[in-house]
């Protein structure tokens, strides 16, 4: 069955939750935003349906026209190589940004599947980049979050390129702890909204890598797991693991 590209839908004023009240506010838009200008940047906002599990929010190579807030759910995104083979090239929580990456370019460079039932913020690049000539703290934010993604790209070519299987998957779970941390959920307990199969494409591993990876956490006693169910019991060893001398608090 073919996946449903995402149709963004206008809502009525007083149907949605708008930015001065979103919960998500302190982590998608800027620091010190005016209710003012958080007026103005919710007047551009446009949102819609919830995309359900294995729906496209955009297509690569589809002609690129927004960015994307997520409110709830979780995004993967996927290059199609010149091989014809898909690389998945990453994974976004609630409070992310993305299509950012495409900003400058004509098309959006990947494509963006929902991993479960998801809804985003949807804005028009044109009137996103009117609204920065007026409030100059949002142009600093995006610049700030598109060097935020190319740290975040190095960082894994880094861990691929130097890091043992453990060390990839340790790294990728404490950046789902940060990520969840940020979003004021548990910070130990959580739901791996990936397979185990996305995990090894995203981190260059193979399935039954990932797999012994996680059954190797177990035997430690590092983690609990239960299908996608993860509960972390040491998060210090995860963060020693990757940088013995510096632990993520």
Do not use: W
Not at 27 to 43: G, H, M, N
Not at 52 to 71: K, Y
Not at 103 to 130: M, P, Q, R, W
């Amino acid at each position: 069955m073919e996946a449903t590209l995402y149709q963004p839908l206008k809502i009525g004023v007083g149907r949605e939750t708008h930015c001065i009240d979103c919960a998500l506010k302190l982590i998608c838009l800027p620091s010190f935003v005016k209710a003012k200008e958080l007026s103005q940047l919710d007047a551009i906002m446009i949102r819609g349906r919830p995309i359900q599990r294995g729906n496209l929010l955009f297509h690569q190579g589809q002609p690129f026209d927004q960015v994307f807030a997520i409110r709830s759910g979780f995004i993967k995104t996927t290059e199609t190589l010149s091989n014809g083979e898909e690389q998945i090239t990453g994974f976004y929580s609630p409070g992310e940004i993305i299509g950012i990456d495409s900003i400058g370019n004509s098309t959006y460079a990947n494509t963006a599947f929902a991993l479960e039932k998801t809804t985003v913020c949807a804005i028009d690049h044109s009137e996103l980049k009117f609204l920065g000539q007026l409030i100059p703290s949002l142009n600093d934010h995006l610049f700030n979050l598109m060097s935020g993604e190319i740290r975040k790209n190095q960082r894994i070519l880094r861990a691929i390129s130097q890091h043992s299987a453990e060390k990839r998957v340790a790294m990728l779970l404490l950046t789902l702890l940060e990520r969840y941390k940020i979003c004021h959920l548990s910070e130990d307990k959580f739901r791996l909204p990936m397979s185990r199969c996305d995990i090894g494409n995203y981190l260059g591993l193979a399935l039954e890598t990932v797999s012994r990876a996680f059954t190797h956490f177990q035997k430690l006693g590092v983690l609990e797991v239960n299908n996608k169910e993860i509960i972390v019991l040491n998060r210090a060893y995860l963060s020693d693991l990757i940088e013995p001398s510096k632990r993520v608090l």
